[in-house]
């Protein structure tokens, strides 16, 4: 895998890992695993067979990647944010071990989730949303949404730059208007 960097203490063993991504200590990728080119995978990170990572997306230390997660392209994952894909976990013999019933969860191209931030599987967040440090998040999250708290719930909404948006969703800070839509924010203009 050409450009790829696998820390001495680091495990690979995935053989679909982009260009460019770089694979710290004690950080596991398993076989099946998918990720794209110039992602940061943190120290002592997971990322289990089925999981699907997209392009320059960052994981911090401590955080694991179940099986029917998939980032998309310039998602961050804070230290320790937890994912799930089990909605009815058990370690019973009787129960354990049913994927049929595990659900998908999307983060969707941008996605910022804070530090230890949980997400529950079966949830899609929009495309530039802010999820704050420690917040619980139960339901789908719109596009530019920024959620805090538990459980998560709306408390304003960011620019792609990741800077609140004003009352009239206008960035003060690199200028972007955004209108809102049914499932979230869109740029006022096209290709913004």
């Known amino acids: 895998m050409k450009g790829v960097f ?46 699907v990572l997209g392009d320059y997306v960052t994981v911090k230390n401590g955080v694991c990647i179940w099986d029917l997660v998939t980032c998309e392209n310039y998602v961050f994952l804070g230290p320790n944010a937890v994912l799930t894909n089990d909605p009815f976990p058990r370690s019973h013999p009787d129960y354990k071990g049913h994927p049929e019933k595990w659900l998908p969860t999307l983060l969707r191209e941008g996605a910022t989730v804070g530090a230890n931030a949980t997400i529950v599987c079966g949830v899609t967040l929009g495309r530039w949303c802010l999820v704050g440090a420690g917040a619980v998040v139960t339901r789908d999250v719109p596009a530019h949404a920024l959620v805090a708290g538990n459980p998560a719930r709306r408390m304003g909404w960011v620019c792609r730059c990741a800077q609140r948006l004003d009352e009239r969703l206008h960035c003060p800070a690199c200028g972007r208007s955004y209108v809102e839509k049914p499932a979230g924010l869109r740029p006022a203009e096209p290709g913004a």
């Open 6 to 51: 696998v820390h001495p203490l680091g495990l690979n063993d995935s053989t679909s890992v982009g260009e460019e991504t770089r694979i710290w200590a004690w950080a596991h990728v398993m076989k099946g695993a998918v990720i794209g080119s110039h992602c940061n995978i943190g120290e002592g990170a997971y990322v289990e067979g089925g999981a």
